[in-house]
């Protein structure tokens, strides 16, 4: 099971940030945070990943709560090519796991 | 130029018949996986590969049949297919190795429809 929770669906404006929460709250001190995310009818694609320090890429930035028991994925200026399920995954990193995947939170992005 | 390609992208077949999806990936990478999604869009791991050796088998019938002919290519065979194997497989891969991201490339999906 997913040891992770994320509500259902969000929705947001088009040139606004999406803020994604997620709740980990039994999260080990080795698991990372992972967040996926999947277009419509497309394979799951990488955003980013962080143990305890905030994280920013290209893509959108993760702030982790200090006791890591829950993390917000920021996409700063959300468009419409955002809209996809996102998902957010713990896990321990470089041991060739699998992933785990729970029910996600689809993000409608608005015009 | 593409990562990890999957074929074929699309698969319809009556049920009884044996079947493959083929995967292949063009990223040096040493593991690889499939995934299964339903209807109700859960994915779920299914196998995985870690140079050409099963590190994951999570209780799938045995009616699939993964194999690796190579570090780059992973295979999934179904014998006796059935109605509930119908789902979209997605394969991908990452690296295991010391200081490299581990992060998780996916290909584009089968989507398969047993009738």
């Known amino acids: 099971d997913a040891k992770t929770t994320q509500p259902p669906s969000m929705d947001c404006a088009e040139g606004r940030a999406a803020n994604l929460p997620c709740n980990h709250s039994?999260?080990?001190?080795?698991?990372?945070v992972y967040w996926y995310r999947q277009i419509h009818s497309q394979g799951p694609q990488y955003i980013i990943h962080g143990l305890k320090n905030n994280e920013t890429n290209e893509m959108a930035s993760l702030i982790i709560t200090e006791d890591r028991k829950s993390s917000t994925l920021i996409l700063p200026h959300a468009t419409l090519r955002d809209t996809a399920v996102y998902y957010c995954i713990v896990r321990v990193r470089n041991q060739g796991g699998k992933l785990i995947f729970g029910q996600g939170t689809e993000l409608s992005v608005k015009p | 130029d593409t990562a990890v390609s999957q074929t074929p992208k699309y698969l319809v077949t009556q049920m009884g018949n044996d079947k493959s999806i083929k995967c292949e990936q063009n990223l040096g990478h040493d593991t690889m996986y499939w995934y299964k999604q339903d209807s109700k869009k859960f994915l779920k791991i299914m196998f995985s590969y870690n140079n050409k050796e099963l590190i994951i088998n999570e209780t799938v019938p045995n009616r699939f049949s993964p194999k690796s002919p190579d570090k780059a290519h992973l295979n999934l065979h179904i014998n006796s297919l059935e109605l509930g194997d119908s789902a979209v497989y997605f394969c991908a891969s990452s690296s295991r190795l010391a200081g490299v991201p581990d992060t998780q490339y996916f290909g584009p999906g089968t989507r398969l429809t047993v009738l």
């Open positions: 039994t999260i080990s001190g080795n698991e990372y």
